[in-house]
């Protein structure tokens, strides 16, 4: 263990060192910079319901996506969501601990029982490890469900803030979310990350070149738990209510499907995923009057007579296809096409100069 | 009567465990052939019903000649899939077969919400409120019928795949697909045929579950899940293990809903799979496992 912390500081030094005279270093600095600039100006309403979720759910989908880096995709990543955000609320409001201590614990929290998870689940094949951690999830849900008395579930409860919502609170996650996604980079890129690279393409022959996978796997559990917890809790300060819809399976797709959308197992996918996706869903219901006007019971066109509202569930039918199209043909995801095209722009603007 | 409150669990979980068996045996033809997991299996058994539903009613076809139509159409809807999106993917990563799955649980339920609306609906058999009563046990006719039509469809496909040509094929493909690539096996055709044939199997429950109980697009993602936790206990890939794994969770789900009550049920499916998936990580029949 100890060789292991050694190893992975020289190597955490090193990628530091050549990722600081990389070109991506000024693109991470303008992007920062671009993250910090924007909410000053744009309306309350904006950083309270899009920018700020945009980086909780970049902490989550890259938690997600640290842990399918290994090989493993979880479909009940909502547990872990839930778990973080009613226990950070809970123990500030039964203990009285500051919220932001409450917010470190119910990380903690939840990596523990990443911990137990990931231990029944390091033996097992993926479909068999998707169909656990769903199950997980549903178990967590009828546990938090029944111990209504003390949990509060079912009906929920306000959340108590640690900051001010709004640009306090935006620049709070903000900070958390460098330090998270920064953390998970530097894993990903140690030795450690390159074990869960070596895990994802083939176990077997992992193993045969001596790498402790099961060792490897429970790492990338807990580390990816911890960090859906600390989502989790701030999620719970964004919508400043926690209820137990927050473990519903929609909760834990969404994770998977920003980090298909943006990119699997890179660092940049699952930000860009979510910025994506929690646009389409912030923007996209606003055009549902037009739809219903259009397609719904007494629209121009009644295509779908049976419902009343034909917004959400097009959305949604639409979200399912993307992601079809996405997966069979651009695997890798929109950032790889996006480069491109920024490098295609480039290339042209520099030839309209010469 | 205890004893008699718990035959009659037995009963219906005999009856509820032969939807999935049907739904179990469906995923186990496909993964034994492809080596393929299709998480979206239960949306197929809830376009099954849908479809039976709609010939019921908009045709006036008996409930049980409509299972009939459920199973062709799911199974051409399965044939476009394969096609269309898993092909695709196949011996890519085997993350992309999950993702697949969950884009196609999207779209399905989502289709069948536009198609038929939210409401909960029921297939009407002919049989339906008729009873057969013993004492103070008592099962629908519906329930027994279903048993009846489930051992038919499990003798026919037993049939199918050692007494056919193709079915030949498909048992060759499933122990090793480049040797019988050189005896001449088309193995595309043969996944063609595989996964129609496990969407025809999913159809048809989805018309059984129609005719027994009540449906809505969400129904989908229990019924995979409890098929699932056959196949753990069965064994991935192996028919023999999903019927008995079928009967057994039927009959385990009914009494835990008739001992404990209904709130605890689909967690306690699950805390029984995790166990099991703990102490053996290949299912309890399962051989060596893939």
Not at chain 1, 109 to 124: E, I, K, M, P, Q
Not at chain 1, 307 to 322: A, E, I, T, W, Y
Not at chain 2, 41 to 50: D, F, K, S, V
């Amino acid at each position: 263990m100890k060789k292991l912390f050694s190893d992975s500081f020289s190597s955490i030094k090193r990628t530091i060192i050549t990722f600081s005279r990389s070109q991506k270093f000024s693109f991470v600095i303008a992007a920062m910079a671009i993250a910090a600039i924007v909410p000053l100006l744009v309306n309350n309403y904006t950083v309270n319901e899009v920018l700020t979720p945009m980086l909780i759910f970049a902490i989550y989908a890259s938690s997600w996506n640290l842990l399918a880096s290994s090989g493993q995709g979880s479909l009940g990543h909502a547990a872990f969501l839930g778990i973080g955000g009613f226990v950070s609320a809970l123990i500030a409001i039964k203990t009285g601990v500051p919220p932001i201590i409450g917010l470190f614990l119910g990380s903690l929290l939840s990596a523990a029982v990443g911990f137990l998870v990931g231990l029944t689940c390091v033996r097992l094949k993926a479909w068999f490890l998707a169909m656990v951690t769903f199950g997980f999830s549903v178990i967590v849900v009828t546990i938090f469900s029944e111990l209504d008395d003390f949990t509060g579930a079912v009906l929920g409860f306000p959340t108590p803030l640690i900051v001010d919502r709004g640009l306090p609170f935006y620049y709070l996650t903000f900070a958390i979310a460098a330090v998270s996604i920064l953390t998970m980079y530097l894993v990903m890129k140690s030795k450690i990350g390159l074990a869960f690279k070596a895990i994802h393409q083939n176990e077997f022959e992992a193993k045969m070149v001596g790498i402790n996978t099961a060792k490897y796997r429970l790492i990338a559990f807990v580390i990816s738990t911890f960090f859906a917890g600390l989502a989790g809790g701030l999620y719970a300060q964004s919508i400043q209510y926690i209820q137990v819809s927050v473990f519903g399976a929609e909760y834990s797709f969404l994770p998977l499907m920003m980090c298909v959308i943006g990119g699997l197992g890179t660092i940049e996918g699952p930000i860009v995923g979510s910025a994506i996706i929690v646009a389409i869903d912030s923007y996209l219901p606003r055009i549902d009057p037009f739809l219903n006007g259009l397609l719904g019971q007494d629209g121009l066109i009644p295509l779908f007579p049976a419902v009343s509202n034909v917004g959400s569930p097009l959305r949604f039918l639409g979200l399912g296809l993307f992601l079809l199209v996405i997966v069979i043909f651009a695997p890798k995801g929109l950032t790889p096409l996006m480069k491109k095209a920024y490098h295609n722009l480039r290339r042209s603007l520099k030839e309209e100069k010469n | 009567m205890i004893t008699s409150g718990l035959i009659q669990a037995l009963l219906w979980g005999v009856a509820s465990g032969c939807i999935y068996i049907l739904l179990a045996t469906g995923l186990n033809i496909i993964f034994g052939v492809m080596k393929l997991v299709n998480f979206a299996h239960g949306q197929l058994l809830m376009i099954g019903a849908y479809i039976a539903f709609t010939v019921t009613t908009a045709l006036g076809l008996n409930a049980y000649l409509a299972i009939l139509v459920a199973m062709g159409a799911v199974a051409l809807i399965g044939v476009g899939l394969e096609r269309f999106t898993f092909r695709k993917v196949l011996g890519t990563d085997k993350l992309n077969e999950i993702f697949v799955s969950l884009g196609l649980i999207y779209v399905f339920e989502n289709a069948a919400a536009l198609l038929w609306g939210n409401t909960t609906r029921q297939i009407s058999s002919p049989l339906q409120g008729l009873q057969l009563s013993i004492g103070q046990i008592a099962i629908s006719y519906d329930r027994l019928s279903s048993i009846l039509i489930v051992v038919v469809i499990l003798v026919a496909l037993f049939l199918l795949l050692k007494k056919t040509k193709i079915g030949l094929a498909m048992r060759a493909t499933s122990q090793k697909i480049s040797a019988s690539m050189l005896m001449g096996v088309n193995t595309e055709k043969v996944y063609m045929y595989t996964f129609a044939l496990g969407a025809a199997l999913a159809g048809a429950a989805g018309a059984l579950y129609g005719i027994i109980f009540n449906f809505n697009p969400t129904i989908g993602a229990l019924p995979t899940i409890k098929a699932f936790a056959i196949i753990i206990i069965g064994g991935l890939g192996s028919i023999p293990g999903a019927v008995v794994g079928g009967l057994l969770y039927g009959i385990a789900e009914n009494t835990a809903v008739y001992f404990l009550g209904g709130v605890w049920q689909d967690a306690i499916a699950f805390a029984l799979l995790i166990i099991v998936l703990v102490i053996r990580p290949t299912g309890i029949f399962g051989e060596k496992g893939e």
